[in-house]
């Protein structure tokens, strides 16, 4: 199992909330599964558990959510903000 996660104000933050939805697509796309999801109190911290042992599969989901639809470095860079640790 892994844990993505960021810390970019998701309750405020619309690019946030769209770095998660496209993190999602990217998940279902990879063939990956989502356990779980939550945000902290204060909303601005979330973390999304997901069900895999391959952490590049993961990375890439990662990374190409960063860059948003446009699919631009650049939106990558604004979005770096999203990060994974390998729990297995």
Avoid: I, K, Y
Avoid at 1 to 17: E, H, K
């Amino acid at each position: 199992m892994c844990v993505a996660f960021g810390a970019d104000d998701f309750a405020r933050d619309d690019r946030a909330r769209l770095e998660v939805t496209l993190l999602r697509q990217q998940l279902h796309d990879a063939g990956l599964v989502e356990l779980g999801f939550g945000v902290s109190d204060g909303g601005r911290v979330w973390c999304m558990a997901v069900q895999t042992d391959d952490d590049e599969r993961l990375t890439d989901a990662v990374l190409d959510a960063c860059r948003g639809p446009s699919g631009s470095t650049d939106d990558a860079a604004a979005g770096a903000r999203l990060f994974f640790n390998d729990l297995t």
